[in-house]
T-cell receptor, first 114, second 114 residues
Framework: AQSVTQLGSHVSVSEGALVLLRCNYSSSVPPYLFWYVQYPNQGLQLLLKYTSAATLVKGINGFEAEFKKSETSFHLTKPSAHMSDAAEYFCAVSVNFGNEKLTFGTGTRLTIIP | DTEVTQTPKHLVMGMTNKKSLKCEQHMGHRAMYWYKQKAKKPPELMFVYSYEKLSINESVPSRFSPECPNSSLLNLHLHALQPEDSALYLC?????????????FGSGTRLTVV
């Protein structure tokens, strides 16, 4: 079965600093990988996804992620944090193997320090 | 229309009540999903409908009963719930089940069982 592990349940960065949220995956077949953001009392919004095309994926709001097969990683980055980036971020994985379903990591709460 | 609409946004129900959650999308998506999210936890998959047929049931208790009347609508019927069922219930849709589509999520129904 596929799974993702998010390292760090809480990450704090200063406004304008680099944002790095870590995600490692486990899958016996090539995975599809996703990053979602959730603001308080709201649903989830897709930031970006990897589906075996380019390994560097650009998403909305200035975020990007790089798929590294050798490290089984899909870390999310943003060069300069903004106050509006404060939210919960979920990494997720699915595989095209029978009945596909999306499985989420435990989430990382990002806090931006003014 | 690029949204998934969930109603109601908030629901308080007693343990003997019967209520329904509604989800609607007009993006032509043929896969729809129900997720349950407890506070500070990732979403957990409950049900998947693909082309109006139940595709995945993640061993959810029978007090939760899904229904997909047509390709745009997904309902979740609730009966005899327990206080531990209090959570945010999220509906999502995707063009089809499989091949790495990202899901579009609604903003959820916040359910409180008293």
């Amino acid at each position: 079965a596929q799974s993702v592990t998010q390292l760090g349940s809480h990450v704090s960065v200063s406004e304008g600093a680099l944002v790095l949220l870590r995600c490692n995956y486990s899958s016996s077949v090539p995975p599809y990988l996703f990053w979602y953001v959730q603001y308080p009392n709201q649903g989830l919004q897709l930031l970006l996804k990897y589906t075996s095309a380019a390994t560097l994926v650009k998403g909305i709001n200035g975020f990007e992620a790089e798929f590294k097969k050798s490290e089984t990683s899909f870390h999310l980055t943003k060069p300069s944090a903004h106050m509006s980036d404060a939210a919960e971020y979920f990494c997720a994985v699915s595989v095209n193997f029978g009945n596909e379903k999306l499985t989420f990591g435990t989430g990382t709460r990002l806090t931006i320090i003014p | 229309d690029t949204e998934v609409t969930q109603t109601p946004k908030h629901l308080v129900m007693g343990m003997t009540n019967k209520k329904s959650l509604k989800c609607e999308q007009h993006m032509g998506h043929r896969a729809m999903y129900w997720y349950k999210q407890k506070a500070k936890k990732p979403p957990e998959l409950m049900f998947v409908y693909s082309y109006e047929k139940l595709s995945i049931n993640e061993s959810v208790p029978s007090r939760f009963s899904p229904e997909c009347p047509n390709s745009s609508l997904l309902n979740l019927h609730l009966h005899a719930l327990q206080p531990e069922d209090s959570a945010l219930y999220l509906c999502a849709s995707s063009p089809s089940q499989g091949v790495g589509y990202g899901y579009t999520f609604g903003s959820g129904t916040r359910l409180t069982v008293v």
